[in-house]
């Protein structure tokens, strides 16, 4: 295979590394890793499917599925699916010490919306938030959160901690005190 062909297959398996808000900024500048049982490349289709336990890793994102699949289109936007029981991913969040984690059975990337969507018992984990749904979409332009219908109930359950307060600035003058 061409060594141009195998770098678009990396660009756009670099897509599905679309993680949640405040994520770190220099993953994105780090080269993607694979490693699977099995892949098929289609040069005509512009389309590759890695198969069996497969892992991609980009700086510290981390996703693990039993199926991969990405593509490119004529415009040159690209897309992926990701399939498993469930596929799970783990980023670094930006400037912290902390990991946003996310579960779906299957997460859909669409590069030209910038959007990723998890589909089917889906939760993402911020810190100690923690929000699930039977679909969970996220636009990375407007860092904007969608979620809908959870388990037989068809309802959202969302669990956000209270953030430590700052303390008050002082009203007290100075010059008042002896």
């Known amino acids: 295979m061409k060594s141009v062909t195998r770098f678009v297959w990396l660009t ?7 993680a949640p808000a405040h994520a ?13 049982d099995s892949v098929r ?9 890695y198969e069996g336990n497969v892992m991609l890793s980009q700086g510290s994102f981390l996703l693990l599925a039993d ?4 593509w490119q289109d004529d415009k040159g936007f ?6 498993g ?3 799970r991913f783990r980023q670094k969040l930006e400037g912290k010490n902390d990991f946003a984690e996310g579960y779906a059975d299957r997460i859909e990337h669409d590069a030209e919306k910038e959007t990723m969507r998890m589909v ?4 993402l984990k911020q810190v100690d938030d923690d929000l699930r749904g039977n679909l969970i979409v996220y636009n990375t332009l407007t860092e904007v959160y ?3 219908g959870a388990g037989g109930t068809g309802r959202v359950r969302a669990i956000i901690q209270p953030r430590a307060a700052k303390a008050p600035a002082s009203t007290e003058n100075k010059a008042d005190k002896p």
Do not use: C, T, W, Y
């Open 12 to 18: 756009m398996l670099s897509a599905l590394a679309a």
């Open 24 to 36: 770190e900024k220099a993953d994105k500048d780090r080269p993607v890793q694979i490693e699977a």
């Open 41 to 49: 490349f289609d040069d005509i289709k512009k389309l590759a499917v």
């Open 67 to 70: 199926r991969i699949e990405v």
């Open 78 to 83: 690209s897309g992926g699916h990701a399939s």
């Open 85 to 87: 029981k469930p596929v």
């Open 120 to 123: 089917g018992n889906a939760r």
């Open 146 to 148: 969608e979620a809908s």
